[in-house]
């Protein structure tokens, strides 16, 4: 991994899509502002060390103010970020640390290194108050959530603000940009406001070192007829600004909804809807609160009204599906859960495919997708690992079930069974065969064990009665032949 220029276009190319999706997906509403932001990235770039990567920049439909790269320069910012500069040569300040820390090739260090968190601490379930979904991703996209939000070194930053401003000077910036970013970005560091702690500052920690760095370099850097971009800046933000209202509104309407307040996240969100009709993030807010009051065909309406505004994001198939569910109607549901995958694989969709394959008697498909969801932490690998447990451990008892022998030199051979496996065992039919050292069988006995073997326990030692003293060459072996649950 990371080895080499190839393995980072690779990594680049396969993840992009999957962190904008876990992150809110490509804020879609306004393409002039999407346009105005690839535009100044890609003139930031082509002036960088290494101009040939497949750049790419998006705008993400994403609260938390935050910005990051991943390898071969496959960037994104957040439209929660973009409402907090002033200008473009700030705007240029992102996106040239950015670019930075992508041609440099620092996600690679950091991978060599190990600097790379591992995601999926918690496992929420929908609703998520924050349009989050990194914790809950499983599978290979798990690593692009881990590169958009390890944290960078103390080195990393400085070498990427160094160059950043370097690239900026090329394009004609003001390098003030750079400095005034990084004095407000200590300042709100300070102020410990949550958001930029959970979001640029996690991954892009601040310090009056990055300061002191930038105004030493912009002073002995200086710009001829240096470009500042206040009215541009504020002419490319003008619709989402005018929008500002409708996304503080929902995200007051998130916070209503984890405080189970749903009629208060209803009327915040109808409120937001009539600012912004188009956006999709709304709709599925609003049916997220019907739904949660138990009005299972309004729900449904509103979720799928957000898939026909924006039909490109896994959450809102995610959310639909779940509306088709409570409803009964398996079979829509399954195509959602299934088409969200595709779109990102996450542990609630898998866990929620093997329950309706499980109640469709789809044993196989069931297995499957609960093999899948139990790749994850928390909650939802808990429940699905205890799900496959209950239909595997009776098909395969040896994969959860070990039987270990003790030869006591004088005694009886002693049987003793580990239960790997989160459920508790009530009963056991067992076949210990003595075999000799040709391989061939030469006695049987079935007995059982009628106690129980809790949960990640071991039994107390049995006496299997086929053999008191093993001859050379000779061995025993026990299966499970079935086993009863507690
Ligand atoms: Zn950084």
Redesign the pocket.
Known sequence: MFSSFSEDVKIGQQQYQPAQQSQGGAYNLDPKLSEYVSTVGMRLAALSDVPKLPYEFVVLNNSVPNAWALPSGKIAINRGLLLKLESEAQLAAVLS??I??AAAR?GAQRQRDNLLVQVGMAGLGLGLANNDYRDLIIGGANLGARLTTAK?GRD??LE??HYGMKYMAKAGYNLQGAVELQKVFVSLSKQQKSSWLDGLFA??PPSQERVEANIKYAASNPVKDAFSGKEAYQQAIAYLKSKQEAYDLADQANAALAQKDYDLALSLISKASNIEPKEALFSAIKGDALAAKGNKDSALAAHMRATELNPNQFSYYLKRAQSYAALGQSSYAIDDYRYSMRLLPTSIAALQLGELYSESQNQEQALKYYAQAAQAQGDIGQQAKLKLALIEIKQTPEKYLKAKHVQDPKGPLLVTIENHSPLNIGALQLRTQLIDANGKVIKIEEWSINETIPAQKRSPYYPAKVVYHLKTGEKVKTSISSVTLE
């Open positions: 640390h950015e930075v820390h620092h960078y990393h930053e990427s603000d991954s892009h």
